[in-house]
């Protein structure tokens, strides 16, 4: 019943910057926690970034000063500024929302950055 729908992904070179965003569908009332993790090839999911109802937030340490997590609570969306992005970055970037003791994710946006 619930459905994420993210978008922004694609191609930029290193340096540049993407603007992610995950919108919420469905019968929703008060989402609780959103966030993003990140997949790359031959690696495990990591968290990216979390944001909590009341709007504080955490980074994963590389993510952290070229980051941005931020959340539109009426529109039910979380977003996921990225600016001086590396190669490193690349990934299938996932968002989830934490909602009624559940997790839901989104369908996952590929990130590619060339040097």
Known sequence: QVQ????????????GSLRLSCAASGSIFSIDEMGWYRQAPGKQRELVAVIS???S???AGSMKGRFTISRDN??????LQ?????PEDTAVYYCYVQYRYRRYWGQGTQVTVSS
């Open 74 to 79: 009426a529109e039910n969306t979380v977003y």
């Open 4 to 15: 994420l729908v993210e978008s922004g992904g694609g191609l930029v070179q290193a340096g």
């Open 53 to 55: 109802s009341g709007g």
């Open 57 to 59: 937030t955490n980074y």
């Open 82 to 86: 990225m600016n001086s992005l590396k």
